[in-house]
């Protein structure tokens, strides 16, 4: 992992993608940026409570240090996945952005250059994507649901159906997200996982234990490893170790200083912002 300081912001790379040449991308922390308080940073949402000037002003400081302008489908916590590309080669960009509007999708996969595939995270894993061989990337939303989704293994999947992509040549960064320290789950939320597909069911982490804090009640709950049911599905998938890169800091806890969550700063509730994209030639 690298770590860069700029004008107005902070971020972290990926070794592995930031040694490929072809590929911008980057894991943009709270630090930085134009939102007042309570955000205080480069808050990466327009829907949490923000000003939409201040965020507005924090998405020129991303486009700035990645170089290319940002695009983004809805988010649907789900495990649905889009193919990014213009109509034609001439459409422009508010059209493409446009259409994107009424996608909704926890997968974004582009062989498109120039296109800075971008989400705001608070919590949920970001899944970085790029398979040298066919130029193609992709950013997935790993939160509870993409995770029993298997939304890690499915957009590899679709990279290969549509692109060709082979698992074992595709380089994949995981992101920061909120773990079992942090992220108490319900009886529901561990079904869903037991009812889910093999790669799903068989890699999740869930901890049952006591809460370990001011309100324990003595009785066990059940914590889940959004970061790590992430990584294992990934691995499962035939992602091989050497091209799997992790940033394990919990968003709730030790990451919480640098990043954002949803779960454990509630009356905060930024989001930061997570970008790859092919460089135009
Ligand atoms: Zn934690």
Not at 25 to 30: D, L, N, P, Q, S
Not at 50 to 62: F, H, K, M, Q, S
Not at 202 to 213: A, C, K, S, W, Y
């Amino acid at each position: 992992m690298i770590e860069r300081r700029a004008d107005f912001c902070e971020y972290l790379l990926f070794e592995h993608l930031y040694a490929a040449s072809a590929v911008t991308h980057g894991v943009f922390t709270r630090r930085g940026g134009f939102s007042g308080p309570p955000f205080n940073g480069l808050n990466c949402s327009v829907s949490v409570g923000d000003t939409r000037e201040a965020v507005l002003r924090n998405y020129d400081v991303i486009v700035r240090e990645i170089g290319l302008p940002l695009v983004s489908a809805r988010i649907a916590h789900g495990n649905n996945i889009a193919v990014i590309e213009r109509a034609t080669p001439e459409e422009p960009l508010d059209a493409l952005r446009a259409r994107l509007r009424a996608t909704i999708v926890d997968a974004m996969i582009t062989a498109e250059r120039g296109l800075g595939l971008f989400w705001a995270f608070g919590d949920c894993a970001p899944l970085l994507f790029y398979d040298p061989r066919h130029q193609v990337v992709a950013l997935a939303h790993g939160g509870w649901r993409g995770a029993a989704g298997a939304i890690g293994p499915r957009t590899l999947q679709t990279m290969r159906d549509r692109f060709g992509t082979r698992v074992e040549e595709t380089l994949v960064g995981v992101g920061p997200a909120i773990r079992t320290c942090c992220y108490e789950i319900t009886d529901e939320v561990r079904a869903r996982f037991a009812d889910a597909t093999p790669i799903a069911r068989d890699t999740v982490i869930i901890e049952e234990r006591p809460m370990l804090n001011a309100r324990d009640d003595g009785k066990p709950h059940l914590y889940l490893d959004v970061t790590y049911s992430n990584v294992r599905q990934l691995l499962a998938a035939g992602v091989t170790p050497d091209h799997l890169e992790v940033i394990d800091d919990c968003t709730g806890c030790v990451g919480l200083n640098r990043f954002y969550s949803h779960r454990m700063e509630p009356e905060v509730d930024g989001r930061f912002g997570v970008v790859i994209g092919l460089r135009e030639e």
